[in-house]
């Protein structure tokens, strides 16, 4: 059913470099939660604080009622069986066919016999659309085949939480959007929380639920897709419009002089602040039914329309 994860305060650093500091926000359970931010703001660096492979100097991570970062190693070997993680490159072993590394963590984890492994592997290739490519090495696929691949290998063990380092990144737009589709329908399939770092700003707008944004060390903010996407929070409008007017410049941010002289560049012959366009939402696959919880988004995200009609 996926688990909530809640996160309060947490800080990160790396001798005297602060990665991001006090940053709260909780994972609805079963949502599909998007991080963004600039290269170098601690996106990965915050998944891998998640699972316990980082320690924080402050704060909390709750996950089905435990502070994970207070678990000793025995304990936390217990709580990451709840997560299945999709790394940027699949992670696959590359003297491995796709099949003996999908069935790598139920070998690895588990007493199953090789004919409910042999089962479990042939589903999870089908939910990709990876059936035909057991005996392929890593090496003879492409990049989003690979992607497909360890994603497979993500679900193997049915976590419950489910975290995607750039899922997207070295993939053409046509494979990014298959992807998309791909990760849509896994969610209201199986229903797990997700957290998808990415760069991708289309597939920020359309795929998630929620949508958090990491700068200057900071989390700027995180809730619903609609909010996000409809805010004035000049660092968030930047990023989202993918635009080089505002406070995030080359190398990360710029004097308050410059950026107000740009902001109201920007605004002049454009819309009003607040008047941005809520993208559709990227719905779950023909036959594939949504879950419960989008009925109440589509209600919030309908109201945010007419309220944004209204302002206009
Ligand atoms: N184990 C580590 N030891 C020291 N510094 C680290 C470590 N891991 C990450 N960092 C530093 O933390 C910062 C954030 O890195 P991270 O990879 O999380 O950024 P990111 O937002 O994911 O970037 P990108 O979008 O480019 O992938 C970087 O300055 C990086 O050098």
Redesign the pocket.
Known sequence: MGVEICVEGLTKS?GQ?V?WQDVSLTLPAGEVSVML?P????????LKTLVGL?KPERGSVRIAGRDITKLREHDLYEVRKLFGVLFQDGALFGSMSLYDNIAFPLREHTRKPESEIRRIVLEKMDMVGLIGAEEKLPGEISGGMRKRAGLARALVLDPEIILFD?PDSGLDPVRVAYLNQLIVDLNAQIDATFLI?T?DIASARQVPDNIGL?FRRELVMFGPREKLLTSDEPVVRQFLNGRMQGPIGMAEEKDAAQVEQELAQLDAPTKAPGSQALTPRLLPGPGISRPPRWQAIASREAESHRKEVADA
Not at 39 to 46: E, H, L
Request: no cysteine; aromatic share 12%; net charge neutral.
């Open positions: 790396f470099q990665i931010g290269s170098g703001t601690g996106k990965s660096v915050f980082l750039e770092v760069h990491l």
